[in-house]
């Protein structure tokens, strides 16, 4: 686009990324709590943004605040997709789910592929060779299903999660490890393998704040983006500037 400042929000459940653009690459991301705000982030002129939101309330907020600043596109509004929707309710498509899609096709992967977020919900995504997104897969959280252990096991303390050494723990913390970075590595290399037998060419993409270790013990061939979404959003702006 050149000589432009585009602002990309991403609201998810528990975490927003604001992010600013030239509207090809990224210059700079803001990670907040979902529902905090600081007016200083929007200090600067803008020229466009692109928002997604999975919590209609702060979603609304956001865009009543950036209408203000200049026009805007939201995912629910948009009508350009590089997909075709093949789900039985498309209104229940959730928009982290089209921005994560849109990121893979921002990156350069070609269908068949799947996107794997691990942020509050565990959600797998799957686009056909024939660029059909026909639906995918919504698990647990890793961190929202750990913090729910070790706060209702007395005996289980809450300790930061690094990428395990051996497939067997030997004390608390690394049983932990296994059991959430390897145990969810395994989740996504069964989803990973059985796909890949229906769908030869199969690549993959992860993110999400879990991916960060998780990415370093899967066992399939995986490219990690933690920015996905940010570029899907920029991807859905080269494809709906009409709208603007």
Same mark, same amino acid.
């Given at each position: 686009?050149?000589?432009?400042?585009?602002?990309?929000?991403?609201?998810?459940?528990?975490?927003?990324?604001?992010?600013?653009?030239?509207?090809?690459?990224?210059?700079?991301?803001?990670?907040?709590?979902?529902?905090?705000?600081?007016?200083?982030?929007?200090?600067?002129?803008?020229?466009?943004?692109?928002?997604?939101? +999975?919590?209609?309330?702060?979603?609304?907020?956001?865009? !009543?605040? #950036?209408?203000? /600043? *200049?026009?805007? %596109?939201?995912?629910?509004?948009?009508?350009?997709?590089?997909?075709?929707?093949?789900?039985?309710?498309?209104?229940?498509?959730?928009?982290?789910?089209?921005?994560?899609?849109?990121?893979?096709?921002?990156?350069?992967?070609?269908?068949?592929?799947?996107?794997?977020?691990?942020?509050?919900?565990?959600?797998?995504?799957?686009?056909?060779?024939?660029?059909?997104?026909?639906?995918? +897969?919504?698990?647990?959280?890793?961190?929202?299903?750990? !913090?729910? #252990?070790?706060? /209702? *096991?007395?005996? %289980?303390?809450?300790?930061?999660?690094?990428?395990?050494?051996?497939?067997?723990?030997?004390?608390?913390?690394?049983?932990?490890?296994?059991?959430?970075?390897?145990?969810?590595?395994?989740?996504?290399?069964?989803?990973?393998?059985?796909?890949?037998?229906?769908?030869?060419?199969?690549?993959?993409?992860?993110?999400?704040?879990?991916?960060?270790?998780?990415?370093?013990?899967?066992?399939?061939?995986?490219?990690?983006?933690?920015?996905?979404?940010?570029?899907?959003?920029?991807?859905?702006?080269? %494809?709906?500037?009409?709208?603007?």
């Amino acid at each position: 686009m050149g000589n432009v400042t585009v602002v990309l929000v991403d609201i998810g459940n528990t975490r927003t990324k604001l992010a600013f653009s030239d509207g090809e690459s990224l210059l700079s991301v803001t990670e907040l709590p979902t529902g905090e705000f600081d007016s200083h982030l929007l200090s600067k002129p803008m020229d466009a943004w692109v928002l997604s939101s +999975v919590v209609p309330a702060v979603g609304t907020m956001w865009t !009543e605040l #950036l209408s203000r /600043k *200049a026009p805007g %596109l939201t995912l629910k509004e948009v009508d350009n997709f590089d997909i075709i929707f093949d789900v039985r309710r498309k209104a229940e498509v959730g928009e982290d789910r089209l921005a994560d899609i849109e990121g893979a096709f921002y990156l350069g992967l070609k269908p068949s592929f799947i996107t794997i977020d691990f942020g509050t919900a565990s959600v797998i995504n799957l686009v056909t060779p024939q660029h059909e997104f026909v639906g995918g +897969v919504i698990g647990p959280g890793v961190m929202s299903s750990y !913090e729910c #252990l070790t706060s /209702k *096991a007395a005996l %289980l303390k809450e300790v930061p999660l690094d990428v395990p050494e051996d497939l067997i723990g030997r004390d608390t913390k690394t049983n932990l490890e296994s059991g959430f970075i390897l145990g969810f590595a395994f989740w996504a290399e069964g989803f990973y393998v059985r796909l890949k037998k229906q769908y030869p060419d199969l690549s993959a993409v992860l993110t999400g704040g879990a991916a960060k270790l998780i990415h370093q013990v899967i066992d399939f061939p995986a490219q990690y983006e933690p920015h996905l979404s940010l570029f899907g959003l920029l991807r859905v702006l080269e %494809l709906n500037k009409h709208l603007l």
